[in-house]
């Protein structure tokens, strides 16, 4: 930690502003400042915006099955603790992940759980605001160590589902985002850029993008956001009416329903909502999956 002092240049009006600037290393920020983490979003011109990343989703409260959730904490604490390694093996302090599946099936709360888990940074870049590869390597080399950089909904970019070259020229000579420039960047300027990096891509449909982008070494982990399952359930309800669901009689009921058809995260966490009467609720959670299970009936008849 140290102080610097910091003259700026003068203003029109002949005045010269002064200060003190404290910095330490990002590690330290809670012991020093007991602060929340911070997020930044990407915006035109090779900048970021900067919030205050309050997110409250952990690990205990997301609503995965508990072997998927270990499994993804041991992967990062492995990660936290192989900087020798990596240097040893001659690779760069960084690590992709890939989180796909349906909407409403949690990607964006587990990237805010690890971040909460890893005390990280977020880089939240939004690919449609960024002009061409150039701006999206300023944009990137300006994020910090620790930290976890996120590009969401990538298949929703129609430049990066494919690297065929009369497409990747043709994109170029617009000016956009091309899948050859973000290979290019996580295997070149990215690996130098810094250490202790995450980059996390979400896609709602992994069979669209390019096999290139999925490789080992770009996305080294592909984790798959499901449709809610029994146990992802009773972490539900416990987060939402404070029960432990074995303990209620419709629980049971609700827990063979959940697993018996295809019903997300977000769409239960929603119902568990609608009223302060647990009773009430979970009748109309059991409603609402047998409406939902007759729906998609239908729809495959």
Known sequence: MKWNYVESEENKFNEVKRHYR???ENKLREKQLDAPGRGYYGSPGGSWGSITLDHPSTFDTLAMDPSAKKKIIDDLERFLKRKEFYKRVGKAWKRGYLLYGPPGTGKSSL???MA???KFDIFDLELSSVQNNGEFKRILLST???????I???DCNA???DREAENQERNMSRGTVTLLGILNFIDGLWSSAGDERIIVFT???KEQLDPALLRPGRMDMHIHMSYCTSLGFRTLVSNYLGLDGLNHPLCEEIEKLVDSTEVTPAELAEELMQDDDIDVVLRGVISFIEKKKVERNNITT
């Open 22 to 24: 404290l910095t330490f």
């Open 111 to 113: 990237i805010a759980a």
């Open 116 to 118: 909460n888990y890893l």
């Open 144 to 150: 910090t160590n620790r930290s976890i950089l996120v």
């Open 152 to 154: 969401e909904d990538i």
């Open 159 to 161: 430049e990066v589902r």
């Open 203 to 205: 896609t709602n449909h």
